[in-house]
């Protein structure tokens, strides 16, 4: 009940500069769980297997059909969502092999965020996941459980759909997302006995079990401040007031700073350089050089491979 007093008061100072029916629903809903049959996500799922050979492709199309109904008709959370305000994302399966029905493939997962009155979606994560292996039967339902593995096609999908939610709720309420990366830290752990790869410590430093334990390592919050800081405090600003929110998207950047003087390798900080570094170089093209300066240096420090991508912020 403190909570929801909270969270109703700061929305009431906020309803006067920012738009905020969208996040009227996230931060409200949130809280006091209004039921609903509309579906959460608006995923684009293409499936292409231009990398195998054969001829029975109608698989594919049936394979691309079930996930797409998998990740749009399913109801992955409590909350309200009107058509409009659902989450946009794309996945795209690139197959690699085949044997019978056992599948590799990976994975490139999109998710972007609209910004306040604009035409413009940010982007909040760009990846592929490379250790995508499952087996699939044509037509066999795919059926899943968040209390157990069920299969890794559909782990692999409640995984990111999980993740999906946690960003997007990140981006409009700090700390907002942790529900579902407790359900997407839940699916990795069902997942731990499994042969299939990209569920494990020590397989790889930057699989399906980092990305989690990065998001929900507590020495890793400010990643997720960014986030909040960045989009909500920042870009949606910007539409109000152009200066301001560029100067605070200028301060945010000093949080993935902090991130970076500890862990300078961490998967989670570079995934947000490779979602957010055109965007970085558009918004602090148009700053003043005082913002440019500091961007870059900051910039340049937690992403030194795309050092000359960063200079073209000073640029004239």
Known sequence: MILLIKLLSYLSEKLKLLFVKKIFILLLLSVIGFNS????????????????????????????????????????????????????????ITITNRSSNVFSANLNLVLRRPVYNTNYNSVLLNYVDKDFQFEYIEYQPLDYSDNSFTSNLTSVLAFYSYVFLGMEFDSYTLYGGTPFYEKAEAVVSNAQNVPQSGWKSHEDTRNRYWMIENLQNAAYKPLRRFYYMYHLKGLDAMYDNVEKGRSTITQSLDLLETVYEERPGLFFLKLITDAKRDEFVNIFKEGLVKEKSKAVEILKNIDPANTSKYQEITRN
């Open 37 to 92: 049959n509309a579906q959460e996500l608006f995923c684009d799922v293409q499936v292409t297997s231009k990398q195998v050979s054969g001829t029975d492709k109608q698989i594919y199309e049936t394979l691309q059909n079930a996930i797409y109904e998998f990740m749009n008709n399913r109801k992955w959370t409590s909350y309200a969502f009107e058509i409009n305000e659902r989450i946009e994302c794309t996945m795209v």
